[in-house]
C-alpha cells in the first residue's frame, strides 16, 4: 500500500463521519424547507469554488519553476565559467546529477567488459508509463459529461431523504457497491475475482440484513407520526436509482483520473462540474414540478435557513464530494464505495447514544457484515494471492 492508497483509507472515514451528519441535517432542513431540488442545485453549484483554487495553484507552481529554471541557469552558466582543472566529473544543469566521462574500471569490478557485455546506464531513463496529465480544456469536456450524472445521483439522494429516513436512504445507497463492481468490470476499469465478489455479496447480506432487522428506542413516539408520512415506495425507488447513478458516476471518475489520480486535477474536474451545474442544470426544476415529483419552488423563508443550506452545502457537498472523489482516485472505485457503507453502523452508533435507541441481534450482524465486506474488499489481492483464487 503507497501512501496515496493509506491517505484514501483515513478520507473515507472522514467522508463517513460528515455524510451521515449531513444526512442528518439536510433531512432537518426538509421539515421546514422541503425542496430537494433547490438543496442539491445550491451544493452542487457550489463546488465552482474549486476553479479559482486549481488555477491559482497552477500559477504559483508555474511562478517557482521559472525562479528555480533562472537559479539552475545561473549555477550552470558560473560552472561553465569557473577556472579550474578538467574533472571526469560534468555538473549537468540544476539537477545534482553528474555524468561520468571516463572513468577506469576496478580489478575487483564486475562489470562485463567483454564486447558481447551489455551496457546499462548509470542513471536509469525513467518509464513514463503513467497516464497522460489532461489539459483544463479537457478537464471541462470531461467535467461537462460527467456532471448532469453526479447531479441526479445528488438530487435522487436528497429525494430520497425527503421522502424517507435517513437509516433506509443509507442502506440503499450502500448497495452501490454491486453496481461498481459490474459497471467497473464492463468498463475495464476493474477484474474480478472470488475475493471481490465475495467482499460485495457479504457487504449486500449485511445491508438487507439492517433493512430486515427491527430497531426501537424510548422516543420512538416522538418519530412514528413524521416517519410514517415520510416512507414511501418512491423514496426507496429514488435511494435505488442514486445508488445505480452513484456506481456509474465513480467508475467514470477512476477512468478519467487514472491508476492514482495522475491523469487529472480533481479540483478543476469537480470545479467544471459545479460551474456546468450553476449554468446548464437549473431549468431541470421546471419539468420536475410540471411532473408533481418536485414541490413548488420558493426561497427559504429566514436567513437562518438560508446559513443552514449554505453550510450544509460548503460541508456536505463541497468538502465531502472533493473528499470521496480522492478516495475513488486514491485507492478503487469497489474500496471507496464499500467504504461509504460504514455510514450503516456509524449510523447506529449515533442513535445509541443519542437516542438511546437498540437493536435487534440481526441488525447488529448485518452492520458487522458491512464492515467485513470492507475489510475483504481491500484485502482482495492478498487473500487471491494466498488461496490461489
Not at 27 to 42: C, G, N, R, S
Request: glycine share 8%; hydrophobic share 45%; proline share 4%.
Amino acid at each position: 500500500m503507497g501512501w496515496r492508497y493509506k491517505a484514501g483509507l483515513f478520507l473515507i472515514a472522514a467522508v463517513v463521519i460528515i455524510w451521515v451528519t449531513s444526512a442528518e441535517v439536510t433531512q432537518d432542513i426538509f421539515t421546514d424547507y422541503k425542496q430537494p431540488f433547490a438543496v442539491t442545485y445550491i451544493g452542487a453549484s457550489l463546488m465552482v469554488v474549486y476553479l479559482p483554487i486549481a488555477f491559482l495553484k497552477d500559477w504559483l507552481y508555474k511562478l517557482l519553476k521559472q525562479r528555480s529554471s533562472k537559479v539552475g541557469k545561473h549555477a550552470e552558466s558560473t560552472n561553465e565559467t569557473s577556472p579550474g582543472i578538467s574533472s571526469p566529473l560534468k555538473y549537468i544543469g540544476a539537477q545534482n546529477v553528474f555524468e561520468i566521462e571516463s572513468a577506469l574500471p576496478r580489478k575487483d569490478s564486475e562489470v562485463d567488459l567483454s564486447p558481447n557485455g551489455e551496457t546499462s546506464p548509470l542513471v536509469p531513463k525513467r518509464k513514463d508509463d503513467r497516464k497522460r496529465e489532461l489539459t483544463a480544456k479537457e478537464i471541462a469536456i470531461y467535467g461537462c459529461y460527467i456532471a448532469p450524472i453526479w447531479f441526479v445521483t445528488e438530487y435522487l439522494s436528497n429525494a430520497a431523504l425527503a421522502r424517507t429516513s435517513v437509516a433506509s436512504t443509507t442502506v440503499l445507497s450502500s448497495t452501490s457497491g454491486l453496481f461498481t463492481l459490474f459497471i467497473g468490470v464492463l468498463l475495464g476499469q476493474d477484474s474480478l475475482n472470488v475475493s471481490k465478489v465475495v467482499a460485495v455479496f457479504i457487504s449486500m447480506a449485511g445491508v438487507a440484513m439492517t433493512t430486515l432487522g427491527k430497531t426501537w428506542a424510548a422516543d420512538d413516539s416522538k418519530f412514528n407520526t413524521s416517519l410514517s408520512g415520510k416512507r414511501s415506495l418512491v423514496g426507496d425507488l429514488f435511494g435505488l436509482l442514486s445508488a445505480m447513478s452513484y456506481g456509474l458516476f465513480t467508475v467514470l471518475l477512476k477512468k478519467f483520473a487514472g491508476e492514482e489520480g495522475e491523469g487529472v486535477d480533481v479540483q478543476k474536474l469537480f470545479g467544471y462540474i459545479g460551474l456546468f451545474t450553476f449554468v446548464a442544470l437549473w431549468w431541470l426544476v421546471l419539468p420536475l414540478t410540471a411532473l408533481g415529483i418536485e414541490p413548488k419552488f420558493k426561497i427559504p423563508n429566514s436567513v437562518k435557513m438560508d446559513e443552514v443550506v449554505l453550510a450544509n452545502g460548503l460541508v456536505g457537498s463541497v468538502l465531502s464530494d472533493y473528499f470521496w472523489a480522492l478516495c475513488v482516485v486514491w485507492t478503487t472505485p469497489l474500496v471507496a464505495t464499500l467504504g461509504m457503507s460504514l455510514t450503516i453502523p456509524l449510523a447506529m452508533l449515533a442513535d445509541m447514544v443519542i437516542h438511546g435507541r437498540h437493536y435487534s441481534a440481526i441488525y447488529i450482524l448485518g452492520s458487522t457484515q458491512v464492515f467485513v465486506g470492507f475489510v475483504i474488499a481491500n484485502l482482495s489481492d492478498w487473500f487471491s494471492k494466498k488461496l490461489g483464487l
